[in-house]
């Protein structure tokens, strides 16, 4: 059974589906936030480096690269198309974390130093809950955000809404 089994495991869990036109998501845990970055039109997520983490860019999104001029960050915040595969990798940069949305019967370890490959196809429009489902420290209670599942068109206007926002000048 072992030798049936772990191919098929691997096939499975290792090896993310061959879509097109995925919304590429990266899910980065750490105490007590999730942040979430999405490419932006040009299909590509900026490269991070850890050298650049800093409380106004908690990813280390490298924003001197061209691949990260539109790419969006949120905290604790992720919205999805309906109908539409979402390819996600999910990171850790301290300890273990359990992204978990009970909803889309979702549960995955973030282990610092791996890169964890996910996806999913939301099949109903709704707000859901975002847990930390692994004990990660004092403040673990707080660890939690919210998945909105709209229509492709409210997600469209969305990004692009956040896109403008992003690249408004600072007021300060």
Partial sequence: IVFYALPVWSKIKISAPVVKDPVLIEIVAEQFAWSIHYAGPDGKLGPRKAGLVHFSNPIGLDLSDPASADDIVMGNEMRLPIGRTAVMKLYSKDVIHSFFIPEFRLKQDAVPGLEIPMWVEPTRIGKYEIACAQLCGLGHF???????????????????????????????
Avoid: C, H
């Fill in 142 to 172: 707080r660890m939690r955000g919210f998945v909105t599942v709209q229509t492709a068109e409210e997600f469209q206007k969305w990004l692009e809404e956040q896109i403008a926002e992003q690249s408004a000048p600072d007021p300060f």
